[in-house]
């Protein structure tokens, strides 16, 4: 089986700790006396030790426009050994804080003894970061992409000076910095409707939520900067894709007298919201249609906070294991809500032999029958070669289907992808000898080595807290 696999860095963030928040505890053995920092292995001097900022929005607004990730430092700079050692023998070190500065946008979390020296709005902020973050230790790293996206955490042991490691050189830690970095996730294009008209009708269809982005854009110019940077943020962006349907709502001005401009009215009138410069409206198709919710604070730097806010708006999907399914948006959904991978099989059942051999031999078989009912969400793309066929394919299901060929380049048939449920690929193959059970032997283990990759790093995590308890 052909396949392509790429490094996944995404971890999960730990359990939250049933203690307190604090440094290292005393339980945990102190660390050994800090080596003093060599320079560089070529004599070099950093240009500038790490450039850490404490003020996180503004790091991240700096990190949007420069499309660089962030890296937050949980520490406690004036009473904690462990940070004391790691400033000391890691992170001013000429080879780290060089590379880090040309990479990063470093935000220093710093829980400081002597409070007085620090802005009351940087400790709330500090407490708050901790709360979003799981973090119950110092020190504590925590990896995201310029839009607030969990890229990777870890602690103390992955950062520190290897004992084989020379004084000035952790190579170890800069190699996992940049694991972390060439793992993260291509930016998305947000998949969005037409018309309002459209999106009603689609989800209807699809049964999915649908977001309006009501606004006063053509005459607000503030309006118009909020909502482009807000259509522009990738947190925003990748969310919206996997989980609900998407629309941009211009408010008619006045002597508007369009059809167009009608449904906008007659719709507003009925749920009853009215113009605004940026509003989000989220309608449900559930029933006879209701308005979930109507969202008129937003902060488009961080969006963490508005999708934490729109998840539990989300509807309960039922999904009968093993069904194919043909919709893309509802099947990313489906992934998403039930955390299952999606296999996306492209096929052109009366055109393709391969394509008629991979459904009898692999997909009709019991082994893989068993195996998608439990773990995986199907969608199949078809292209159909007899013209009849083609014809029973609606405008929106031929569109939709070009669209996924293009964007994972597909150039025949049968191929089959799997994205995991954040929408990333772990594989990609044809048609193989040996049926369903070769066939499901083969993805088990790329999928087992897609979650041992995109775990591996909570398992540092939590063996840092586990030694330091």
Same mark, same amino acid.
């Given at each position: ?103 990063? @946008?470093?935000? *220093? ?100 939520? @649908? ?46 007298? %369009?059809?167009?401009?009608? %449904? ?36 488009? @730097? ?41 296999? @996306? ?49 609606? *405008? ?70 586990? *030694?330091?308890?």
């Amino acid at each position: 089986m052909q396949r392509t696999m790429r490094l996944t860095a995404l971890a999960l963030a730990a359990a939250v700790l049933a203690v307190a928040f604090a440094p290292s505890p005393a339980s945990a053995a102190a660390p050994a006396a800090a080596r003093k920092p060599g320079g560089a292995a070529d004599g070099k001097v950093a240009a500038k030790p790490p450039a850490w900022t404490d003020r996180f929005l503004i790091a991240q607004k700096r990190a949007q426009k420069e499309e660089k990730p962030m890296l937050l430092y949980f520490c406690s700079s004036d009473r904690d050994d462990f940070t004391k050692k790691l400033d000391a023998e890691v992170l001013n070190t000429p080879l780290w804080a060089d590379w880090a500065n040309a990479t990063f @946008v470093l935000v *220093k979390v710093d829980f400081i003894l002597d409070t007085k020296r620090q802005p009351p709005d940087v400790r709330n902020q500090n407490a708050d970061l901790k709360t979003r973050f799981n973090v119950a230790k110092v020190p504590t790293f925590i990896f995201l992409d310029p839009w607030g996206e969990l890229l990777a955490r870890c602690g103390y042991g992955t950062a520190a000076l290897r004992d084989d490691e020379a004084e000035g050189q952790p190579k170890r830690w800069l190699e996992y910095g940049q694991a972390v970095v060439a793992s993260r996730p291509a930016k998305e294009k947000l998949q969005e409707q037409p018309d309002l008209s459209t999106a009603v009708a689609q989800a209807k269809k699809t049964a999915v939520p @649908v977001c309006l982005v009501v606004n006063q854009a053509a005459t607000n110019k503030q309006a118009a900067t909020l909502k482009d940077a807000l259509l522009g943020n990738q947190l925003f962006v990748r969310w919206m894709n996997r989980n609900m349907g998407l629309v941009q709502v211009a408010w008619p001005e006045e002597a508007d007298k %369009t059809p167009k401009a009608q %449904t906008i009215r007659d719709f507003a009138g009925r749920w009853k919201f009215g113009p605004a410069a940026l509003q989000l409206v989220i309608w449900d198709p559930g029933g006879l249609g209701q308005v979930k919710a109507m969202i008129g604070a937003i902060d488009p @730097v961080d969006c963490a906070p508005l999708v934490k806010r729109l998840e539990p708006l989300l509807p309960s999907i039922d999904y009968n294991g093993g069904q194919w399914l043909d919709n893309w948006k509802v099947a990313r959904a489906v992934s998403a809500q039930l955390q299952k991978d999606l296999l @996306v099989s492209f096929v052109s059942t009366d055109g393709s032999e391969f394509s008629k051999r991979m459904e009898a031999d692999i997909y009709q078989h019991a082994d893989f029958k068993n195996y998608a009912r439990a773990n995986l969400v199907l969608l199949r793309v078809d292209f159909p070669a007899e013209p009849a066929n083609v014809a029973k394919q609606t *405008k929106d299901m031929k569109e939709q289907n070009e669209m996924l060929a293009d964007m994972f380049g597909v150039r025949g048939y049968p191929t089959v992808v799997v994205l995991n449920p954040k929408g990333q690929k772990i594989l990609d193959g044809k048609y193989m000898k040996g049926g369903g059970p070769v066939f499901v032997s083969e993805m088990q283990k790329q999928i087992r080595a897609d979650k041992d990759r995109r775990t591996l790093i909570s398992q540092e995590a939590s063996k840092d807290m586990e *030694k330091s308890k």
